[in-house]
């Protein structure tokens, strides 16, 4: 005996499993522009240099605990943590995207307690003209020590103010402050 053809069949045809392709290849690609703008990546480039930085910050400030520690002497220099002192074996490179100068080393603070830091000038374009740019690697920067900083930032904000002191008395020992307009320094002060 011979089965009736019901009209049912067992599985897709090659026409269907293409349709089928076809649409969730362009759901996906819908879903990925939406979760590109959603995902901030030049936010979180910001945030991973911000790290580096910070990093290196801890690095010096490690080096002048110890050569102080060694010789008895506060150095005067940066130079001075690598070279005969062979605490340093370089001093930390210059992250291009946050300043062209690189790390200092500043005797002469005005802040309460030691008055050393450790300092870096925000200036990616290489001016004391500010750029959104430069505001916002000062509130990412100020964020990972104090939550409550905004990271939406405006072309020409300052961050703290002409008090050094009272800058530091909100952030701590780690922080980003403007000198003036377009002035933004990394501050990282020696305990």
Known sequence: MTQKYTGMRKGISLVEMVIAIVLFAALAA????????????????????VAA??????????????????TG??????????????????????????????????????MEGTGVAFQVRIDLNGTTTPTNSDEQYCAVFNREFNTSTEL??????????????????????????????GDNWIMIVVP
Request: proline share 2%; glycine share 8%.
């Open 30 to 49: 819908i879903g990925l522009k939406y979760a590109k703008s959603y995902l901030n990546t030049d936010l979180q480039a910001k945030k991973a240099r």
């Open 53 to 70: 930085l910070t990093d290196q910050a801890n690095q010096l400030v490690q080096a002048y605990t110890i050569y102080r520690n060694e």
């Open 73 to 110: 002497l506060d150095p005067s220099s940066i130079t001075e943590l690598n070279g005969t002192s062979g605490i340093l074996n370089a001093i930390p490179t210059v992250i291009t995207e946050i300043s062209t100068t690189g790390w200092e080393l500043n005797t002469s603070t005005g």
């Open 152 to 181: 939406n930032v405006t072309d020409q904000q300052t961050f703290g103010g002409a008090d050094i002191n009272a800058t530091r008395a909100m952030y701590g020992n780690f922080f980003c402050y403007s000198r003036s307009t």
